[in-house]
């Protein structure tokens, strides 16, 4: 079952539902199914959603790995750099070279978070207009709905105002 089924028998209910004397067109509804409707409804929440919390959670997996990375990178740029400043003459290269490539490793490292930031920025951005898609479609419905109760009361006040 997805949302839209979901939200039209949540709709039925709410028609189906018994309209309080004098309580300016309050309802009774059982609550029980209501709760079971929002259960399902956040069963069915767009895939989006899931794919964004799966990506948070993935993040933090992503930067510790490429700090790893670069640390590893780092650790190896050192022993090398150790080789080589034992040969006296290549000394300076070795620093060079040593810097290099902790600097590259650097560079992947901000690299690597920045483009992970960004992907979880934009998958974030479609579960929220998603998410806002479906809230305005809940709206809409209850202003419907709500629509549609002022027009039944006002025919059953005309119609008892005639009788």
Aim: with cysteine; hydrophobic share 40%; net charge negative.
């Amino acid at each position: 079952m997805n949302i839209e089924e979901i939200l039209d028998m949540l709709d039925e209910l709410l028609d189906r539902a018994w309209n309080l004397p004098l309580s300016g067109g309050r309802c009774v509804i059982d609550a029980e199914k209501v709760r079971e409707m929002v259960d399902d409804i956040r069963l069915n929440l767009p895939d989006e959603i899931k794919q964004a919390k799966a990506i948070v959670k993935d993040r933090t997996e992503i930067l510790s790995s490429a700090k790893s990375e670069a640390e590893a990178i780092v650790r190896k740029a050192e022993e090398r750099a150790r080789v080589m400043i034992a040969q006296d003459e290549v000394m300076k290269q070795a620093q060079a070279k040593a810097t290099e490539i902790v600097t590259q490793a650097q560079t992947k490292s901000k690299e690597i978070r920045q483009a992970s930031q960004e992907f979880s920025d934009e998958v974030l951005r479609k579960a929220e207009e998603s998410l806002a898609g479906s809230l305005t479609e809940v709206r809409q419905t209850r202003q419907a709905l709500k629509g549609a109760q002022r027009q039944f009361a006002q025919q059953n006040n005309s119609r008892s105002q005639q009788g």
